[in-house]
């Protein structure tokens, strides 16, 4: 994906490696806060920092300024690479300083809770954190990223959704309907047999292998499990070579498996998702599982990395069914995977409740349509989506439709490791092994990597 926090705004507030965040000032009466992002003008992220300073500091100053309250914030930029962020973030927590208000991946939630480095915002700025009006907003499904064992550990900052994509010059030349909606795996898989007799070079492309690393993951196998009605982790289990993976992974073996449907090279390629992406723009290529990031970024008339100008016109796109209607997870016909990224209070924070209020105030509708003016995204608020959206298909299509029943990928540590396991099985049945062997293999190394088979569903 290439999607990072930055790409979201990353916000967080930190305390200067004060010993407390949210440290006072000389005068008792006024609340400094500080504001950092992985962002710096002029350089990484540079929008999101002129958001923050420029906008956001004095309209939320002001604010609470009209409420009685002195409030000072700061803002220090920044501009490393994620991984890099993470590590000063978990070394700040863990010894009490840091962030007032924290960003961070949603992938990351699990591992900081576990260390105790983030707390229910319930606990740490007070119960009105649940009557925030802003969770009337966001969909269930979506508040699930700020979920972890049950309780909301964060505000969610914004999401994405996965789609079918399809070309429909292409559909139309196989005698395919430009509105087409499969209800179904087997109607994929009727499309592509379609296209197939109409010449199209690739009929249909799904992410596999370990050279397109999470890209594999979440534009792929974990789609189509939720499809197969399963989820990778589950009430404290891990997947193993239970049916809705063996289902996974079957549906790789009839798309690459000598059909013709797909193009198993393309799979095993160092730059196979870029050729991918170059074959579609370029008609090659009949249906497409991506994300949204395929429609802003990769074949965006304008500005995309394989610049489609007839995109409008020309590229469709569905929802993933699940493999028969009602078979994906919670029972759903369709279903989808989403990324995103979170904010949170520091529970270490001297003024938690004027962070959280700061939290909420860029999640506002009025800051959120501020900040997407140059750079239109799916917010996780409907109220805003129906307004910004309206210019925008798909994204508008993906907040109204897909947002409601998508699923996320668990926010533990040894998750990035799980998903190589699961890429290295779909490299596996790419190459020709069977999906039950495939599904065994991949079990038995799930069970290495967390702690045993008491611990795998199968």
């Not at 002029?42 to 100053?61: Q, R, T």
């Not at 010894?95 to 576990?114: L, N, P, Q, R, T």
């Not at 997947?239 to 690459?256: C, S």
């Not at 008609?283 to 995109?311: C, H, Q, S």
Request: proline share 5%; net charge neutral.
């Amino acid at each position: 994906m290439k999607r990072s926090i930055g790409a979201v705004a990353v916000l967080a507030v930190t305390g200067m490696a004060l010993t407390a965040c949210g440290q006072s000032s000389s005068d008792a009466d006024t609340i400094e806060l500080t504001i950092t992002q992985n962002a710096i003008a002029g350089g990484k992220n540079a929008a999101a920092a002129d958001h923050i300073a420029n906008w956001v500091i004095p309209k939320f100053e002001a604010a609470q300024k009209a409420k009685g309250k002195t409030v000072k914030v700061k803002f220090v930029p920044s501009g490393v690479d994620d991984e890099q962020y993470k590590t000063k973030l978990s070394l700040d927590l863990k010894s009490k300083k840091g962030a007032d208000v924290i960003d961070i991946d949603g992938i990351w939630a699990g591992e900081f809770a576990e260390a105790g480095y983030i707390k229910p915002l319930s606990e740490v700025a007070g119960a009105e954190t649940d009557s925030w009006e802003g969770w009337s907003q966001i969909p269930e499904a979506v508040q699930g990223l700020t979920t972890y064992n049950g309780k909301k550990y964060a505000l969610p900052i914004g999401t994405d959704g996965r789609v079918l994509y399809f070309n429909k010059t292409l559909f139309q030349k196989a005698g395919l309907p430009a509105d087409w909606q499969p209800k179904s795996w087997q109607e994929i898989i009727d499309a592509g047999n379609k296209l197939k007799t109409a010449g199209v070079p690739t009929p249909i492309q799904i992410n596999a292998g370990t050279a397109m690393g999470e890209a594999t993951s979440m534009q792929g196998v974990l789609p189509l499990l939720a499809g197969a009605g399963g989820e990778i982790y589950k009430d404290g289990k891990w997947t193993g070579a239970a049916q809705p993976l063996k289902d996974a992974l079957g549906l790789y073996q009839q798309i690459y498996g000598g059909s013709g449907l797909g193009d198993p090279k393309l799979q095993q390629e160092a730059k196979g998702r870029d050729k991918s992406f170059a074959e579609f723009a370029d008609g090659k290529i009949g249906i497409l599982m991506e994300g949204d990031y395929f429609w802003r970024g990769v074949v965006n008339p304008t500005d995309g990395v394989a610049k489609m100008a007839d995109r409008d016109q020309v590229v469709g796109f569905a929802m993933i069914p699940a493999i028969q209607p009602g078979k994906g997870i919670r029972g759903q016909d369709f279903v989808s995977m989403s990324g995103g990224a979170l904010r949170t209070v520091n529970p270490n924070s001297k003024h938690p409740k004027e962070a959280f209020e700061l939290a909420a105030f860029t999640l506002s509708p009025e800051a959120l349509k501020e900040e997407t003016k140059q750079n239109v995204r799916i917010t996780p608020r409907t109220d805003v989506n129906k307004e910004i959206l309206t210019g925008d298909p798909l994204l508008m299509f993906i907040s109204e439709k897909v947002l409601p029943l998508t699923a996320y990928r668990p926010p533990l540590a040894v998750y990035p490791q799980v998903s190589a396991a699961l890429q290295e099985a779909t490299a596996q049945v790419v190459s020709g092994k069977a999906p039950d062997q495939a599904a065994a293999d991949y079990q038995a190394k799930l069970e290495g990597l967390v702690g045993g088979a008491g611990n795998v569903a199968s």
